[in-house]
């Protein structure tokens, strides 16, 4: 079991540096946990691809409709985001040193990699990594 940020989520449908790896990762897992902020978030990934003319909007349209398949198929296990969930993110920040910089959408992917059980997080982001291990979570990158 591994849980992966929306970023390592969306490279497993682009073509981005670490795709190869992150594809392999994914298929290498028994199963794959990640936020319910994903759901947005991925999709916003796909959107910055087209706004930014490195896909058509033909693409986009098929990215988006493979995401809701496999979310729906549940090659996604989706962490739903609670108020307790929520609550729990929102706490951390007042026990984080303040040497360590955490956005709320990362607060919120470290704590949903705690509810699925992970000792583990899946990303590319520097910060989110930097930041696993005040959540007790080891950051990994490909």
Known sequence: MIYLDAAYVAKTYLTEPDSAGVRALVES?????????????VRSTFHRHYREGIIAETHLHQLSEQFDTDVEKERWSIVALSPDLLNRAGHRFAILPPNVFL???????LVSALEARSDEIWTNDRRLLAAASHFGLLGRTI
């Open 29 to 41: 897992a028994r199963r794959c946990y990640t936020s319910a902020i994903s759901l947005v978030e």
């Open 103 to 109: 956005r709320a959408g990362d607060a919120i992917h």
